[in-house]
């Protein structure tokens, strides 16, 4: 990148983007050595940048922070930000958390490390997940070496699959559990698994 065909317009470009990607103030003098600019010109570029920002139709602005740069939120637009966090978020079972979840309904109560043993890979995202969800939930914890947390399926599952309780899961043949060994042999790269569903 040479620095005379650089012109002001994509210098605002550039230091925007890099300040928005890295969310956390940025010192200027880093943002001119990643341009391979120099400082003057940077904060020029930042200042005038903070100007344009004041315009009543931005809803972000620049702020200055001891020779560092931040954007953030008007304090105008607080409001609509507490609004929008408080809308609820849609639910998205991804394959992963239908075949966690599906391990929990079938041999509830279960721990983290039941879970995992059978699906064979780390589980703490995607349990965590389901409890935001309030699909599962913490029933108690194992008479066992740690007291491991037992996780089993809320009313919130019977109501979103539609069963009155979990005696309406439809059974597991041989041939399905052999299909669900399989498939978690195959992600979890491993010569044998046990699956006593």
């Known amino acids: 990148m040479e620095n005379q065909m650089i012109n002001e317009t994509e210098l605002m470009a550039a230091c925007e983007a890099i300040l ?17 600019q120099d ?17 009543a139709d931005r809803g972000i602005m620049l702020i200055e922070l001891d020779g560092s740069y931040q954007l953030c939120t008007k304090k105008e637009m607080y409001d609509y930000l507490v609004k929008i966090a408080h809308v609820p978020k849609p639910m998205v079972l991804t394959d992963v958390m239908l075949e966690t979840l599906s391990i929990i309904a079938y041999k509830q109560p279960v721990t983290k490390l039941e879970i995992e043993k ?12 389901l409890i935001e969800y309030n699909l599962i939930c913490e029933v108690g914890r194992k008479d066992a070496p740690g007291r491991p947390i037992l996780f089993a399926t809320t009313e919130e599952f019977l109501r979103s699959f539609g069963i009155e309780s979990t005696e309406d899961l439809p059974e597991l043949d041989a041939e399905m559990v052999d299909e669900l060994r399989d498939e978690a042999l195959k992600e979890a790269g491993m010569e044998q698994l046990h699956l006593d569903i």
Request: charged share 25%; net charge negative; no cysteine.
């Open 118 to 129: 059978i699906r064979g890979v780390k589980t703490d995202h995607t349990v965590n997940k």
């Open 39 to 55: 400082l003057e010109t940077i904060k020029y570029i930042l200042n005038s940048m903070m100007e344009s920002y004041k315009a």
């Open 20 to 36: 928005f990607s890295m969310g956390d103030a940025v010192e200027a003098v880093h943002i001119a050595q990643a341009l391979e």
